[in-house]
């Protein structure tokens, strides 16, 4: 038979699930459950170690200030002694 005849012809592969070109842990293959958690906890976490790092460097300045304060007001009573 030529190519062109119709006569039976063979199914397609079948890809399975695993050898798509997807990945197991993709985020489409989670359940609705964990993608909501997944998309809250992940920003809050990521939040809160960000503010946690501003609140460190904050409280560095404000006790840099102190000493700084506590310098200028020592240096006033050097110089008027």
């Known amino acids: 038979m030529s190519e062109g005849s119709s006569g039976p012809r063979a199914a397609p592969p079948q890809a399975s699930n695993a050898s798509a070109g ?6 489409a293959n989670w359940r609705v459950r964990w993608r ?19 609140i460190y460097g904050d409280a560095s300045g404000w006790l840099a200030n102190g ?3 506590n310098l200028a007001q020592l240096d006033v009573s050097v110089v008027r002694a």
């Open 22 to 27: 997807r990945s197991k842990y993709a985020l």
């Open 36 to 54: 909501v958690v997944a998309m809250v906890a992940l920003p809050s976490m990521a939040a809160a170690f960000l503010g946690g790092f501003s």
């Open 67 to 69: 000493r700084v304060q």
